[in-house]
């Protein structure tokens, strides 16, 4: 007897920037779930690329390359989605970028380019897909967060500041969207072994730090977001609203 609390199966995962990192983490955990996959990024190529590896392992996988920090382009990959009947079940908004500078340095283009791609994304193609949810009277939103959600880190202030607006975006999601049928979480990565953290994990004092700091004394895994993922997303959550998965080791509840 299968638990059927936590299938996906007949539903749709658009995750964005899907191609690498947590992201594409995310997107396998959901197929593995049971759900379609539509994967994002704003390379063509890297989205080929990604769709295909999964599709050899056997998942149904669309490809929607955009951008999104563009709301035209935004705009338009819903328009395509309703041209081929592609219903979005599921939307996790995972794009985003780091940039590490002190701020009485930074230039307000570094400054609004942070912002436009883990925040303003959210809100762009959060309403595009309400807007669809709302009609079906269902519908789930993950936006990922971080710890940077919660606490300050200098020199990543644009990307603690755009976090720190998910986790506010989430709560407003939440109050406007519940009551058409749509759960709208988040979910906080604490420090993760990716890409985007690799200058971080080969510098022996920020690892050493990051391993003092968390009470699991070692960095998290993309896979190790699957779990908060599929909760999220599946019927198990049909009554959580509003709230953050904080997936860190234990760095956030303690000092
Ligand atoms: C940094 C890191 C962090 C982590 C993550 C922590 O420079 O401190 O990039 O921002 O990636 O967001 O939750």
Redesign the pocket.
């Known amino acids: 007897m299968t638990n059927s609390l936590f299938d996906l199966s007949g539903r749709t995962a658009l995750v964005t920037g899907s191609t690498r990192g947590l992201g594409q983490a995310i997107a396998k955990g959901l197929g593995n779930a049971g759900a379609h996959l539509v994967l994002n990024g704003r390379s063509v190529a890297a989205v080929e690329t990604a769709a295909a590896a999964l599709r050899s392992d056997g998942y149904t996988v669309h490809e929607a390359a955009f951008d999104v920090t563009s709301e035209t382009e935004v705009m338009a990959a819903f328009e395509r989605f309703d041209a081929a009947g592609l219903e979005i079940d599921i939307l996790v908004n995972n794009a985003g970028i ?1 940039h ?1 500078q002190p701020l009485v340095e930074l230039a307000l283009s570094d400054w609004q380019r942070v912002i436009d791609t883990n925040l303003t994304s959210a809100f762009l193609i959060g309403r595009e897909a309400a807007r669809r949810m709302i009609v079906r009277g269902r519908g789930k939103i993950i936006n990922i967060g ?3 959600s919660e606490l300050a ?1 200098a020199t ?1 202030i644009p ?1 603690t500041v755009a ?1 720190g607006g998910v986790k506010m975006l989430t709560k407003g999601m939440a109050a406007e969207w519940a009551r058409s049928g749509i759960q709208t979480n988040g979910i ?5 072994l990716t890409d ?2 690799e200058a ?1 994990i080969k510098d022996p004092k920020f690892d050493a730090w990051v391993k003092a700091r968390t009470p699991a004394e070692r960095w998290g895994k993309p896979e190790e977001l699957v779990g908060a993922a599929v909760f999220l997303s599946s019927a198990a959550s049909d009554y959580v609203n509003g709230q953050m998965i904080y997936v ?1 080791g234990g760095m956030l509840s303690v000092l």
């Not at 906080?188 to 993760?192: E, F, I, N, Q, S």
């Open positions: 780091q590490r971080s710890l940077t880190r990543v990307y976090k906080g990565p604490g420090y993760m985007m953290n971080l860190d």
